[in-house]
């Protein structure tokens, strides 16, 4: 469900920063510095500090500023951003022994930069530190606290090890044992089961908001995006493939399915000519679904022109035989007898209890 309810989901993991809010800055005076390498320092004490998700944040409200940093297997990264007046944001990065990881992350800080070009380059050995000053009249505290939380999620959890566990071939192998039972369609970058705790503002709502005053809260529905928001919405695939994501005479798209309820698996399957089919998974036999349901969204790039904002999108159903209970509850239909587990008969020899159905895949040869 895309909604303005969706700002009080997403601000939540940063109420412990400040307050959610779409207010106006009110820093101090700023200038841009013109230094290629500039750092920014703060000067007063953090206001808050918390972590997230492997990431150490530290708020500096009265400066409306805030720094984040983590390390890890011998690599360390810091990130600082600062709001100034008349929408001047400041942007800083810092990254030791990234390795190849370096470009994709450098890739989305250029992104991440409006028009100005940030300085420097990757050595070797994934070193870089780098700065870009640009002026943003719409750009306030919160957009701030959200670029930087997004950046520095996708940096720290970009490390190898984590990277290639999550691939779109192992979210559909989850569920299927053959690939050409249950597969992406080859046009799907990405998969982000966590979507709606993204949309955190109001370009968010603007770029997904119903154009036609038409559509129900639970239908479908597909955007043309920019740079920027394909790595707002998809941070760790942005992180891995950096401009990989964009080719020449191609345009990228979000398409916008809703859940139907948890556990569910999603997979965009096909993509023809003005249609595009997204399957629903669900686990083998009678399992309990929640009544809650909320949207996922799935990253495209259609190089051969068969789709735009008006397609249509389609559902169908796919019952997993891998992913399903080993036993399942028999009713039985004398109420006087009492209910016993049976072994479950939507279940092949290949049969595990758990599936993860959420959270963000790539597709694997975008981090080659």
């Not at 691939?167 to 569920?175: N, R, S, V």
């Not at 109001?202 to 529905?221: I, N, S």
């Not at 669900?282 to 399992?287: I, T």
């Amino acid at each position: 469900m895309i909604n303005k309810n969706l700002f009080a989901i997403s601000c939540m993991p940063l109420i412990a920063l400040m307050a959610c809010t779409n207010g106006e800055s009110t820093a101090g005076s700023a200038t841009i510095p013109n230094a290629t390498a500039e750092k920014i320092e703060f000067k007063t004490a953090a206001t808050k500090s918390v972590e997230m998700n492997n990431v150490s944040i530290d708020v500096f409200t009265e400066e409306t500023g805030a720094s984040a940093t983590c390390g890890a297997n011998g690599k360390s990264y810091t990130g600082k951003a600062k709001l100034g007046v008349d929408g001047l944001v400041e942007s800083y990065l810092n990254l030791k022994n990234f390795g190849n990881a370096c470009d994709s992350i450098f890739n989305m800080f250029k992104s991440s930069c409006g028009s100005a070009t940030p300085s420097g380059s990757c050595d070797e050995n994934g070193n870089l530190e780098t700065y870009c000053s640009y002026t943003d009249g719409e750009f306030n505290y919160l957009d701030l606290m959200y670029k930087l939380r997004i950046e520095s999620d996708a940096s720290c959890n970009s490390f190898e090890a984590i990277n290639m566990q999550h691939t779109l071939d192992k979210y559909a192998a989850q569920f299927a044992d053959d690939p050409n039972e249950l597969s992406f369609d080859s046009h799907v970058l990405a998969y982000n089961g966590t979507f709606p705790m993204i949309i955190s503002s109001e370009d968010d709502y603007e770029l997904f908001r119903d154009k036609t005053g038409t559509r129900k809260d639970t239908d479908p529905f597909i955007r043309e995006v920019d740079a920027f928001h394909a790595v707002k919405f998809f941070p760790m695939t942005a992180a891995i493939a950096g401009n990989g994501i964009y080719q020449e005479n191609c345009k990228t798209f979000i398409v916008i399915s809703h859940d139907g309820g948890q556990p569910t698996g999603h997979m965009l399957t096909h993509i023809s000519e003005g249609n595009i089919e997204i399957t629903g998974i669900s686990k083998g036999g009678r399992n309990p679904l929640t009544s809650n349901y909320f949207s996922v969204g799935f990253l495209v790039r259609d190089c051969d022109g068969l789709i735009d904002e008006n397609s249509t999108v389609t559902f169908k159903g796919f019952t997993s035989k891998t992913w399903c209970s080993a036993k399942i509850l028999q009713i039985p239909n004398n109420l006087d007898e009492e209910a016993t587990y049976i072994d479950n008969p939507y279940c092949n020899e290949n049969q595990h209890e758990n599936a993860e159905t959420y959270s963000e895949w790539f597709r694997a040869d975008l981090a080659k």
